[in-house]
């Protein structure tokens, strides 16, 4: 297999974890594409997707025919612990802004960063917490910075951090984080 961006390496670790029956978290449905990619994985299992904009929550249920294994919430992912039971076998996060949206309306560093922290919280025994990050450009460096920091800060003796770059890439390429819980709850 090849990986040409984090998409690809995104799907091999929901290839390696996800099972039937998994509930799973979409932090940034956006376009819908991470969530119907989630769907495909968890069988009669559930995806809570998450976006702040109507127009991202419209546009994702359309990508996934209205799947009633979707339940879409209009709420930050900071907020995630509110609407998600624990337990959950993966997170799934794409920062940035809306692609064919107002570039205006991002992600910001510290409600990823309370996210991710519940979605620590919330991950069951065996799972993973993937973020896709992007710099330079009209993402910039300041959240890529403040969520490395933050996932650079996470406990080795519980936490499996990785980073996904390319050495020999221009351009600043989006860099995808992995998380993997190390020991049982
Ligand atoms: C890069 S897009 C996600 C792309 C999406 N995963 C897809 O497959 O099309 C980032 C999304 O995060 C959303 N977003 C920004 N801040 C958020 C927050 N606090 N909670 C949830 N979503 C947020 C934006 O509205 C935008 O739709």
């Not at 904009?53 to 009633?68: G, H, L, P, S, Y």
């Not at 450009?137 to 890529?144: I, P, R, V």
Request: glycine fraction near 8%; aromatic fraction near 10%; proline fraction near 3%.
């Amino acid at each position: 297999m090849i990986f040409r961006n984090p998409k690809d390496i995104l799907a091999f670790y929901i290839s390696r974890y996800l099972m039937d029956g998994d509930t799973a978290v979409d932090a940034t449905a956006g376009n819908g594409a991470d969530t119907a990619a989630l769907l495909r994985a968890v069988g009669n299992g559930k995806v809570y997707a998450f976006d702040i904009q109507q127009k991202a929550i419209e546009a994702a249920r359309r990508a996934v025919n209205n799947d009633c294994r979707a339940k879409f919430i209009l709420d930050s992912h900071a907020e995630m612990d509110k609407y998600v039971p624990a337990g959950i076998r993966c997170a799934v996060f794409n920062l940035g802004y809306l692609p064919g949206g107002d570039h205006s309306i991002a992600t910001k560093a510290g409600a990823v960063i309370e996210a991710i922290g519940k979605a620590c919280s919330l991950l069951g025994d065996s799972g993973f917490i993937a973020v896709t990050m992007y710099r330079g450009g009209d993402s910039g460096y300041e959240e890529f910075e403040a969520v490395s920091r933050y996932l650079s800060s996470l406990d080795h003796r519980k936490w499996n951090v990785l980073r996904f770059d390319y050495f020999n890439r221009p351009n600043d390429p989006p860099v995808l984080a992995v998380v993997e819980r190390k020991i049982a709850n």
